[in-house]
């Protein structure tokens, strides 16, 4: 299973939360399967799409789900330190782990030599930590959005691999503005 | 804590609900009354661009962010304030200790801060430069400035300014 194997098994539970998906090709895997509003593509800043996911499901009380890398998270890692000690439950970071930088040609990562999320998130401070495989990850993800009291880091581990697709052709003030308007805080739309 | 009060009071006057820090001793009075204010949201957090993240959640979750940083944390920030902030263009205070100016004991800081207003400009970012008490008056209108241009803004508070704040 690789990236985009996996975002089609998810993507009936995607649509039904608010998403704040990666940049590069996971973001462009996820529009080409299923646009919706309440996915807001990270079209810039590798590394924050966890940190943005935080930030929102701080801020309202919609699920939120971050989709994001083991290439960015291991450009952000502090961000597990920060969600470990204040993610409300509200929050679920799935870390799509397929051992690569996908998106700038499938180089290793170092979660493909020694590094384990699963281990830097606990250490962290994050408590509901799961690792599982791909298949299992429709069936974590309806558990950790079925839990009222806790949030989790859910590591997705997969094979690397892309679909040749291209740039989403959304301008960024159109997937804010929508997004804002799913929520139902944007007045002038 | 006179100075910090003010500060506080004028973001909040602003409508900024959503703090994140990055320590600083010139932060510290201001964490304090933030820490022990229920009306609104506040934490700290490890890094500078992380915090950028968060704020841009809290902008689409409908919150008025501010995050409070040395100036060195612009350094840490470009990319997130790029790509992210002013790509989707959303409205973030930065308040910002000035170390490096005037009164500051710490050498190491003055390459920063000789270059912090560059950047700002250099990324077009609004700035109040706040030398003198009287200036902090400006904080609430500079605030509501970046909801309705829909830009992060910058707030530079001296050293001097708020080095005797007890």
Partial sequence: MNRFDLLNKVQNILKDNLVICNIGLPSQELYKISDQPNFFYMLGSMGLSSSIGLGLALSQNKHVISIDGDGSVLMNMNTLATIGNRAPSNYTLLIIDNGSYGSTGDQRTFTDEKTSLKDVALGAGCKNVIECSGEETVNELNKAIDDKDNSYVIISKINSGNVKIDPIPLNPITIRDRFRKFIGKVKYL | ?166
């Fill in chain 2, 1 to 166: 804590m006179k100075i910090s009060k003010k500060i506080i009071d004028n973001l909040k006057k602003g409508g900024v609900d959503f703090y994140l820090s990055v320590p600083c001793k010139l932060l510290a009075n201001m964490i304090d009354i933030l820490e022990n204010d229920k009306d609104i949201y506040y934490s700290a957090v490890p890094r500078e661009e992380e915090g950028m993240g968060i704020c841009a959640g809290a902008y689409l979750g409908n919150k008025f962010p501010c995050i409070m940083m040395q100036n060195t944390g612009i350094g840490n920030s470009v990319n997130a304030i790029v790509s992210l902030l002013q790509l989707y263009q959303m409205p973030v205070v930065f308040l910002i200790s000035y170390r490096g100016t005037p009164g500051e004991p710490v050498g190491a800081q003055g390459g920063m801060a000789k270059i912090t207003e560059d950047i700002l400009q250099t990324l077009r970012i609004p700035i109040l430069h706040c030398s003198s008490e009287k200036e902090l008056d400006k904080i609430s209108t500079f605030s509501k400035h970046a909801k309705v241009v829909e830009s992060p803004v910058a707030i530079l508070c001296d050293f001097n300014l708020m080095k005797d704040d007890k």
